[in-house]
């Protein structure tokens, strides 16, 4: 087998060489040059399995040579050299193809990770060919046919190619979390950790420990040393679910830790490098947030290099027969029963429905449904969609109905009090509850944030309205 090549572009000599010594001891044959048009020369005569630029050269900058590269050698990971701290230069050159970047002082370890999975990907790449057998690999959990999903699975592939941050935008309940762990399976990363965290379950006053973490003895109750969500997804990829819940003292340091590649645990003296690739994604508006001045926009341009959107469930009606058989599949390998069918007007009654909570809403009702229906057969009443009451002509459209977990109750119940007062306030905070329990994938923590109680208040309140 040849030798693996690499291609050096800096002007510094003392940068060249310590690349030269660094990656010679990986038995890597490497070839340094010191400006653009030495660089063009070179990529003209022979290919090469990885190339590092600098961002200032003499005749040019980085950027050209990485639009080169990404225009006429694809299979060639490139990575940047930055200055310490240059986030802008780094987003800039991941958004042009770029796979990595490296800040100086160049950390040698940080540096040789990179280098194995940057060779890593080179060879998945020129084994893999084309976009084909990413789409069909993600298939198989990312059900749909339709074509917004198509291009969802198509880009997937694309991004499990780079290390760039990705922002995973979608509402509640569409499966962002699936579309991350697609991401790092079909990349270079596969073999290392996939850490998801939902940033609003952790409360305010733990969360640099959680995502840091700390010495022993460096506060009350640290009784040993622990390790944070980075440094556990070392080598591998950091899912940040709900980035938009965390607070603004929090952005700061999460954003420190994103460019410098380095974690300081609370007690510590000195920071620990990390190699994490980092997906966020949120149900919110993000740009929305950044403009009221809720989100940093200094943070949100470091995770939203790259933006995959992916569709409600109402905007690909024609991928719920699919998923309801998969789900209904699912439960029934879970319960040991019969496979559910449905009936041609449960069928009906699906497409029809707008589904505010997406997929996961899908499969809370396809499971009541099984548990409602004679048999195996299941019929539109057995979903116990929420109703909308009939509008007059010119009365405004209704918001979104109401949760699944409120099907029993009448549509009517929480806008007459004819049953009650109490009855009335109850169906209220029934409904605002479970909305909130949704929002939060049913973290009670979370969920009692969002309303502005306390948690023990919140459990009270699930069990006198009998909330399960």
Known sequence: MSQQTVLVIDDERDIRELLTITLGR?????????????ARRALDERSYDLCFTDMRLPDGNGQEVIELIADEHPDTPVAMITAYGNVDAAVNALKAGAFDFVSKPVDIQMLRRLVRTALKLAEEKRAGGNDAPDAAASGSRLIGDSLTMQQVRVTIGKLARNQAPVYIAGESGVGKELVARLIHEQGPRTSGPFVPVNCGAIPSELMESEFFGHRKGSFTGAGADKEGLFQAANGGTLFLDEVAELPLHMQVKLLRAIQEKAVRPIGAREEIPVDVRILSATHKNLAALV????????????INVIELRVPPLRERRGDVPLLSAFILKQLAAKNGGD???LQADARQ????YDFPGNVRELENILERAMAM???DSITATDLMLPQRAPRMSGEPAPTSPSPAGMATAPAAAA???DGGLDDYISNLERTAIIKALEESRYNKTAAARKLGITFRALRYKLKKLGID
Do not use: I, K, N, W
């Open 26 to 38: 990986m038995d890597l044959q490497v070839h340094a040059v010191g400006t653009v048009a030495e």
């Open 291 to 302: 403009e009221q001045g809720l989100f940093r926009q200094d943070l949100f341009y470091r």
């Open 339 to 341: 496979e559910g069918r």
């Open 349 to 352: 009654a699906l497409e029809a």
């Open 373 to 375: 229906c004679d048999g």
């Open 415 to 417: 806008s007459t009090p």
